[in-house]
């Protein structure tokens, strides 16, 4: 479902990303991991457009994404929960869910709020329809974004540092959220730090250094036969 060849991603002369290559087959839970200021975020964003690659291919579904395309491509395939909520606050949840649907994909009203009520019971959220985001806590307000994206309906969900914005005693709830995703068709790439959820979920961890990709495998062997001394070093940071 998505590709990056040879990518490479340049803020002024500070190079974030070297050489990035990576593939993301249909249906793939992939965990990306790594310090801050690995390229994590970046390399997400690429995936996107959000952030343009300074050089090298990004692929989506067989198509390569371009300038020209990257708006009509990445709305009909792509959707992104961000770590800051991005809610329109002058909207109601329900209106922040069906936006989307009845603007770009033309969806009836209808439909639209039957969609948009599906996944409210998914994210567990069904009576905040009428509500405003402000009213709402970190964590439920991270579960209706993941909501918005569902609504969508596109076959790839991008994860950026999900849960980095929340108190800890709501990041359990959005987790959960995430999990139950996990059990659907959907093609996942999440940057997170939160390492029992890269463990329970992922069927790949990607872990990132200094703009490269160091090291890539199963959870099993993420986790209980790390190769590279910085992966181990890394893990023996954050695993007590």
């Known amino acids: ?22 593939e993301v087959a249909e249906g793939e839970k992939l965990v990306i991991i790594g310090p801050s200021g690995s390229g ?20 989506i579904d067989n198509q390569q994404l371009t300038p020209k395309n990257r708006t009509k491509l990445v709305r009909s395939t792509t959707s992104m929960v961000f770590q800051q909520f991005n809610l329109y606050p002058h909207m109601t949840v329900l209106k922040n869910l069906t936006l989307a649907p009845m603007k770009l994909h033309q969806k009836s009203k209808k439909e639209a709020e039957e969609t948009a009520y ?5 994210v567990g959220l069904r009576d905040k329809a009428h509500v405003y985001p402000a009213t709402l806590s970190g964590g439920q307000q991270q579960r209706i974004a993941i909501a918005r994206a569902l609504c969508a309906g596109t076959k790839i ?11 800890p005693e709501t990041i359990q709830e959005v987790l959960d959220v995430m999990v139950k995703l996990a059990g659907e068709n959907i093609t996942m ?16 961890i990607v872990f990132m250094a200094d703009g490269e990709i160091i090291e890539e495998g199963t959870p099993e062997h993420f986790f209980n036969n790390p190769e590279s001394e910085r992966l181990k070093q890394f893990l023996g940071k954050i695993i007590r």
């Open 1 to 22: 479902m998505i590709k990056m060849e040879n990518v490479n991603k340049f803020f002024g002369d500070l190079h974030v990303l070297k050489d990035v290559n990576l």
């Open 118 to 122: 599906h996944y409210l019971d998914v």
């Open 40 to 59: 994590k975020s970046t390399t997400v964003r690429c995936m996107n457009f959000l952030e343009q690659p300074t050089s090298g291919y990004i692929f």
């Open 157 to 167: 969900i991008l994860f950026d540092e999900p849960t980095s914005a929340l108190d």
């Open 189 to 204: 790439v999440v940057v997170t730090h939160e390492m029992g959820f890269a463990r329970q979920v992922a069927d790949r």
